[in-house]
């Protein structure tokens, strides 16, 4: 580790198919479920950290503005992690230039962590393969150990029993999956999200009746989107996506306090996206922790179905396919 090193790094948002909705450890973020994931072509995250000898405390700049309270906090405890494993005490300044708004359930903070991981793994010489950088991505943001890597996309639990489920949890890309398939980012609202998903998931396990359910319902979705997307059936991909998104929002509906991120233009484009179904169209929806419809469909029927939506909704569309793994773009180290 050279002391003026810096790197930069991309990372893109992942949108999970299989939804990841309550962890079993809230320090180390083990999930208590598989979840399955495609990464966008949109959106990208681009991070660059520098050490900064002789600086007191960590800095970070997102989109140019210094961060303060919670979200330096967040990015400080996560280099504090990466000095762990290295020994070093050297602190850093973060810049991060996101080109999507933040905190609006767009996986931001998957992209941000992945591309964090990336670069700060690399001035620190942490020495991690891509399996190693998703576990680390992982302590930042859960989803976030998805976006290291590109396309298909499942995360492992490492469900109890497993001797060192720190280790155990991480993603993996899927190798054998045959689909193509587009996302359409219905834009409904980009402002923050009411509730921050930490606090709503832990909010969900605790409180809401419906959780058992939805975690055991999540449990079968795992292997049956994992054999539909080998089969490239995006009617059965649709389907287990759209209902594991909507179980996700009724099980965080029924928290006490609810735990309401669909809004009536959500539900909106909800009712928009079923009535296309009703009428032969291939377009399924899903949605995280924010008011944004996300819908899936072939490819090829995209555009059409996308210029649909915005008439209808009022709404900006953003068409995604699949996108790539984590990379570092520059470096110096
Ligand atoms: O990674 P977090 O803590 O922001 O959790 C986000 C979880 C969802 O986006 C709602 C679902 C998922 O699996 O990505």
Not at 36 to 55: A, E, K, W
Not at 266 to 281: D, I, K, P, Q, T
Not at 325 to 333: K, V
């Amino acid at each position: 580790m050279r002391s003026d090193a810096w790197a930069t790094a991309v990372a893109h948002p992942n949108i999970a198919l299989v939804k990841y909705w309550g962890k079993r450890d809230e320090d180390l973020i083990l999930p208590l479920a598989d979840s399955l994931s495609m990464t966008l072509d949109i959106f990208p995250t681009t991070t660059t950290v520098r050490l900064m000898p002789g600086q007191g405390q960590d800095s970070a700049f997102l989109d140019g503005i210094p961060a303060s309270g919670q979200a330096r906090r967040r990015i400080a405890a996560f280099l504090d992690l990466v000095r762990d494993r290295t020994g070093s005490t050297v602190r850093a300044r973060v810049d991060t230039v996101n080109t999507v708004p933040v905190g609006a359930g767009l996986a931001s903070s998957a992209a941000g962590f992945a591309a964090l991981a990336v670069a700060a793994a690399t001035v620190y010489d942490a020495g991690l393969d891509t399996v190693g950088l998703s576990r680390l991505a992982r302590r930042g943001s859960g989803s976030a150990c998805r976006s290291v890597f590109g396309g298909f996309v499942q995360w492992y639990a490492a469900y109890p029993g497993i001797p060192d489920p720190d280790q155990a949890s991480y993603a993996q890309p899927l190798g054998d999956v045959q689909l193509e398939l587009a996302l359409i980012a219905v834009l409904v609202d980009t402002g923050p999200k009411p509730v921050s998903s930490r606090e709503a998931m832990t909010r969900t396990v605790s409180t809401s009746r419906l959780f058992p359910r939805w975690l055991a319902a999540t449990l079968e979705d795992v292997p049956a989107m994992r054999a539909a997307l080998r089969d490239g059936d995006i009617a059965r991909v649709g389907a287990i996506a759209e209902r594991s998104a909507m179980g996700m929002h009724d099980t965080m509906e029924a928290a006490v306090p609810p735990v309401r991120y669909r809004t009536p233009a959500s539900r909106h484009v909800l009712g928009l996206v079923r009535a296309m179904r009703a009428r032969g169209e291939q377009t399924w929806a899903t949605m995280d922790a924010g008011a944004n419809v996300k819908v899936l469909c072939p490819p090829g029927d995209a555009p059409r179905i996308a210029a649909e939506l915005a008439s209808m909704s009022g709404s900006r569309t953003v068409i995604a396919g699949p996108g790539p793994a984590a990379t570092l773009t520059l470096g110096d180290w």
